[in-house]
T-cell receptor, first 115, second 112 residues
Framework: NAGVMQNPRHLVRRRGQEARLRCSPM?????VYWYRQLPEEGLKFMVY????????ESGMPKERFSAEFPKEGPSILRIQQVVRGDSAAYFC?????????????FGPGTRLTVL | QQQVKQSPQSLIVQKGGISIINCAYE??????FPWYQQFPGKGPALLIA?????SEKKEGRFTISFNKSAKQFSLHIMDSQPGDSATYFC???????????FGKGNQVVVIP
């Protein structure tokens, strides 16, 4: 049973470009979460999605950031017009139905570097 | 606002010793408390978790102690090994609200 998969593992963008981060949840998991980790910091919640639905986006910056989890395919975290402050590790996690378990399983992360 | 606070920031332990990491939380609605282990360049891996209906949970060499009245919980790593050298994060969430609030992490170094 493959774990949570994220790609790319490393992404380099110049200021003003767009970054697209992809996440495939564990088999059987229908809930996806995105977290951001700055150097020497803990993970900060960004957004919680299930298929075709955003459940909680209270941690998402108001501008330039968006997320989706379509009926088919991976979840996408999109950052438009990246700035140097967006450089961080972005982790995706997945879980079974929240009413059954709080457990979240994390992917290896995408390390975004903005030049 | 940091909802979950960890201490100490870093820890050096001799092989075979006990590593103890503490966490404190503020939100009394939290009722799920996991610990994650993270190696450099990797994603966090769920180590052990506890709910407030028990005061202690043990899995192998890892034990969580939970003090509901003090709003604190701790991770004990018994017989620490060099392979345990990693960053450990505590977190908290409310049942049905899967937004995990993480502490800043503790770097544990186990020396031979």
């Amino acid at each position: 049973n493959a774990g949570v998969m994220q790609n790319p593992r490393h992404l380099v963008r110049r200021r003003g470009q767009e970054a697209r981060l992809r996440c495939s949840p564990m088999k059987g998991h229908s809930h996806v979460y995105w977290y951001r980790q700055l150097p020497e910091e803990g993970l900060k919640f960004m957004v919680y999605l299930q298929k075709e639905n955003i459940i909680d986006e209270s941690g998402m910056p108001k501008e330039r950031f968006s997320a989706e989890f379509p009926k088919e395919g991976p979840s996408i975290l999109r950052i438009q017009q990246v700035v140097r402050g967006d450089s961080a590790a972005y982790f995706c996690a997945s879980s079974p139905l929240p009413r059954d378990s709080n457990e979240q399983f994390f992917g290896p992360g995408t390390r975004l570097t903005v030049l | 606002q940091q909802q979950v606070k960890q201490s100490p920031q870093s820890l050096i332990v001799q092989k075979g010793g006990i590593s103890i990491i503490n966490c404190a939380y503020e939100n009394t609605a939290f009722d799920y408390f996991p610990w994650y282990q993270q190696f450099p360049g990797k994603g966090p891996a769920l180590l052990i978790a506890i709910r407030p209906d028990v005061s202690e949970k043990k899995e192998g060499r890892f034990t969580i102690s939970f003090n509901k009245s003090a709003k604190q919980f701790s991770l004990h790593i018994m017989d620490s090994q060099p392979g345990d050298s990693a960053t450990y994060f505590c977190a908290a969430a409310s049942w049905g609200n899967n937004r995990l609030a993480f502490g800043k992490g503790n770097q544990v170094v186990v020396i031979p």
